[in-house]
């Protein structure tokens, strides 16, 4: 018989099962009945839209005026190469979000994959075939190689190239290859009907399964962080009452909660910050001065902190700032005792 109750089970079950390097199952229950496909669809739409990857937005190939174009000495026409570049998965080393690298072949040579990588771009596809040039041919070209999401056309990537020497590319960022899931009926308590969100993910190899189902939560968290503002706006009119009432906002929660990149977690765990209100109770120039905080690492934290309602700064606290400042002093006191 099911019992009354006043609020939904937490799941607490999570395994992964990685399959092969680019594929893995990732599964959480229990969940209620109806609860599995709330959260597993959405999740699998941004799984396809939100994963962050790399693609070849223009090209500049020397001698060639136009994608219709023909070079003396290689097989292919432009159209074709630039078809076969398309399907080349390029990863960027390092930070970057850009970068702009050429490159020269002479010949006789079949261009694969492999020879476009170099100690700033990777391509995953090694073996991927690009172009054939004869034995007096030289084929020079500029690649811009760049970071994004989704898919963006080649009308609007011209638009923001605004350079007439280089062609448009339509970008496929996109790593993900393939998002499912499926709803498993599961034995909790002595009832069957609860449910097992299964999600398998397969990725081209620019980034792991795992990492693809973090952006994917990452970009769920930042979208659904908007309605934060409500429970904050709340709590801080509340607080200018009673001092208290800090205690039901978000700033004495860990750090942990901003879902922030490891860069910036571990910059601040190092200067010893765990509470989301220190971050509120500094200045931006105290917070620029942290050690090793680059300006991407600040401009995150910034951008969060505005998300949540209280941007580094703020002052919404007003006279509450004291009463905040000593909670968190006796929440690090506890911890450290």
């Not at 399964?209 to 769920?220: K, S, V």
């Not at 007003?318 to 400042?325: D, F, G, P, S, V």
Request: with cysteine; glycine share 6%.
């Amino acid at each position: 018989m099911r019992n009354i109750t006043t609020s939904a089970y937490t799941p607490t079950e999570f395994a992964i099962e990685n399959i092969s390097d680019n594929m893995a199952k990732i599964s959480a229950w229990p969940f209620e009945i109806g609860y599995g496909i709330t959260l597993a669809h959405p999740l699998r739409r941004l799984l396809y839209t939100s994963t962050i990857g790399y693609a070849p937005t223009a090209i500049q190939i020397d001698g060639v005026s136009h994608e219709f174009d023909s070079i003396r000495g290689m097989l292919e026409d432009v159209a074709l190469f630039i078809i076969n570049l398309k399907k080349l998965r390029f990863k960027i080393k390092g930070e970057s979000n850009k970068e702009i690298i050429e490159f020269s072949f002479n010949g006789p040579k079949e261009i694969y994959g492999k020879d476009l990588s170099n100690d700033k771009i990777e391509v995953v596809n090694t073996d991927a075939y690009l172009a054939t040039i004869n034995e007096d041919a030289e084929l020079k070209f500029t690649l811009i190689i760049e970071k994004g999401i989704g898919y963006v056309p080649s009308e609007e990537i011209k638009e923001l190239l605004n350079d007439p020497k280089f062609i448009a590319l339509d970008a496929f960022f996109t790593p993900v290859r393939e998002a499912t899931y499926d709803i498993e009926k599961v034995l909790f308590e002595d009832n069957p009907d609860y449910e097992k969100i299964v999600l398998t993910i397969k990725t081209d190899g620019q980034i792991t399964p795992n990492e693809a189902f973090q952006n994917a939560l990452e970009a769920m968290y930042k979208q659904l962080s908007v309605f934060d503002k409500i429970t904050n706006v709340r709590n801080v009119i509340k607080s200018q009452n009673s001092n208290n009432e800090i205690e039901n906002t978000k700033l004495l929660q860990n750090i942990t909660e901003l879902n922030l990149s490891a860069r910036s977690y571990n910059c601040l765990e190092k200067a010893g910050i765990v509470y989301i209100g220190e971050l509120a109770l500094m200045s931006v120039n105290e917070l620029a001065g942290l050690k090793n905080l680059g300006k991407k690492s600040l401009d995150e934290i910034k951008n969060i902190m505005e998300n949540i309602g209280f941007p580094v700064g703020t002052s919404n606290l007003n006279e509450n700032k004291e009463a905040l400042r000593k909670k968190i002093n006796e929440l690090k006191a506890q911890n450290e005792g």
